[in-house]
């Protein structure tokens, strides 16, 4: 997939359907002249739904997306018929994706398994019929509830890419090397910084058909939570990561020095990060010979696995797989890769050109009545609105 088609972030427009307004109808036969009321109840207003589907990889299908609008309930009729649903409307998705509301940044769900679904906006509850208020002392309301108003919000869409072990490392430390040699990936590979623009996720086989996932993003550089680099907006993907895999150079000056950096950026984007499990990997280490290897691991961090590789002769990296594999499959694994969402800073993430959001909605809502009564008045259903009426369950 080209670096142009990768969109992990959309804003829409999102509008759900209002709910079609009760029926105000009395009975009327040849041979009864007083049949009573009948009017049926409004349909409700279709919902806008986010739905997880595991053959898309990015939300491309939603780039040229600005508004999304659910359709509007029915109204009620005589003969107590009842207005027709407002028809759903649907918002495929990749799974990893989360919801945001764009105004206040406010985290609002996610959907991470195919097929899964979640309720954006509900469609407004449908106006109840005047059949449903007549009573002893009152055999002929003349009243009859609106539809249930809809529901508009700005939703901000992020894909958080779903992988089981995660690159982490400056530019030009080997993640895409590393990548291109374990999986049949095949990202950008060049000598200078910021190669790799967008991330890349790789399927790297193991043994007796066994395989994980495995996602490279762009190099982080000091400062990357303030927004320095490509900054925010590649960190999140590896929030999902079971594994993290420090990845340093040898060639590095300090190597402690840089992996601190690194844990350190992490811990100021989201401090569950450093809480998962890594792998300090030593990456070119055809430059070294076993001497150097033994003193410069006598230096290294002792607070995660390490191992020194070369992606280019292929040293070690059948161990690394190795490594891989028992850190996914020891316990605590499920319970490392799930992830506690906070609300977005809205005025420092990218932002997309505006959404017009000033619509004109000259549609009212209506009370249907088949006789001519003099003394209606429109005030009287108004204390049987929604402020007041129980909530019923829906069409």
Request: charged content about 25%.
């Amino acid at each position: 997939m080209s670096e142009a088609n990768f969109i992990d972030y959309v804003k829409l427009y999102c509008r759900s359907g209002k709910g079609g307004a009760g029926s105000l109808h009395f009975r009327r036969a040849k041979y009864l002249p007083k049949g009573g009321p009948d009017g049926g109840d409004g349909g409700r207003g279709g919902h806008v739904i986010l739905r997880a589907k595991s053959n898309l990889w990015t939300l491309l299908n939603l780039r040229y997306t600005k508004h999304i609008f659910a359709q509007d309930g029915g109204n009620g009729s005589d003969n107590r018929s009842f207005g027709k649903n407002g028809a759903d409307q649907y918002i495929d998705v990749p799974c990893g994706t989360v919801a945001y509301d764009a105004e206040t940044g406010q985290f609002l769900g996610e959907v991470t398994d195919d097929g899964q679904e979640m309720i954006l906006l509900k469609g407004g509850r449908g106006g109840l019929g005047n059949w449903h208020f007549r009573t002893a002392t009152n055999q002929a309301p003349r009243y009859a509830q609106p539809g249930e108003d809809r529901q508009e919000k700005q939703i901000i869409l992020q894909l958080k890419v779903l992988a089981d072990v995660g690159l982490v490392g400056f530019p030009n430390a080997g993640k895409s090397t590393l990548l291109s040699v374990v999986s049949a990936a095949k990202p950008a590979i060049a000598d200078y910084p910021f190669t790799t623009m967008v991330p890349h996720l790789g399927i790297v086989s193991y043994r007796d058909s066994q395989s994980f996932c495995m996602a490279d993003i762009p190099g982080i550089i000091e400062g990357a939570a303030e927004g320095k680099g490509l900054g925010l907006r590649f960190l999140r993907h590896i929030e999902r990561n079971a594994l993290l895999l420090f990845m340093v150079p040898a060639d590095t000056d300090d190597v402690s020095k840089e992996y601190g950096i690194l844990l350190n950026e992490l811990s100021k984007y989201n401090p569950e990060l450093v809480e998962k499990q890594r792998i300090l990997v030593i990456t070119k280490a055809d430059m070294l010979d076993d001497g150097m290897m033994n003193e410069m691991a006598a230096t290294l961090p002792t607070d995660a696995p390490t191992v020194f590789i070369s992606s280019v002769s292929g040293y070690n990296i059948d161990k690394l797989k190795d490594m891989i594999w028992d850190e996914l499959h020891r316990e605590g694994y499920k319970k490392v890769v799930e992830i506690s969402h906070r609300p977005i800073d809205v005025n420092i993430i990218e932002q997309p050109e505006d959404v017009d959001t000033d619509y004109d909605d000259e549609e009212q809502q209506t009370i249907y009545i088949n006789e001519q009564d003099e003394d209606w008045d429109l005030d009287k259903y108004r204390k049987y609105g929604w402020d007041t009426q129980s909530e019923t369950e829906d069409n």
